[in-house]
């Protein structure tokens, strides 16, 4: 798998606001129709996968969300990253009667079956760093953030 184009600045969300976990998928799905990652189906399936799987991942004091759903929904992969403005709640993965609140959500659009698996593991090898999403926060541009994702996925 090409990780080199995984991550786009057209595909980053700064200051993202949503009330909910629906909200912050739906605009992050929205940023990925809108540029032909994914197709009209793909938001709804991810919704309701994360509300059947959650993917809320408690790290501490910033958490993370790796949200995603079937690659036949997917044109072309891709991950749109979302910083929210605000944390909204997450259920957990693997505990799904709790809730995380989270400021990052990673929405993959992954075009093979066998790549969800792997990226999902290159992410969390990336997001288990508390430096990699301390400097994601304190970025002030999405070509900040592009270059975070980049060096991060190459090593």
Request: aromatic share 6%; proline share 5%; with cysteine.
């Amino acid at each position: 798998m090409d990780y080199s184009s995984i991550f786009e600045q057209e595909i980053i969300q700064f200051g993202l606001s949503a009330k909910n976990y629906t909200e912050a998928i739906q605009s992050l799905g929205d940023l990925l129709l809108k540029h032909g990652y994914v197709k009209d189906t793909y938001t709804k399936n991810a919704i309701d996968r994360e509300k059947e799987f959650p993917t809320g991942l408690p790290l501490g004091k910033d958490n993370v969300a790796l949200p995603h759903t079937d690659s036949i929904h997917v044109n072309r992969q891709g991950i749109a990253l979302g910083i929210l403005e605000n944390p909204v709640d997450f259920h957990i993965m693997g505990n799904p009667e709790e809730v995380v609140p989270v400021r990052l959500v990673f929405l993959m659009a992954i075009k093979e079956n066998d790549d969800q698996v792997k990226m999902l593991q290159v992410l969390m090898d990336m997001i288990q760093k508390p430096a990699f999403i301390s400097t994601l926060l304190c970025a002030k541009s999405k070509a900040e953030i592009l270059d975070i994702l980049c060096s991060s996925i190459a090593n």
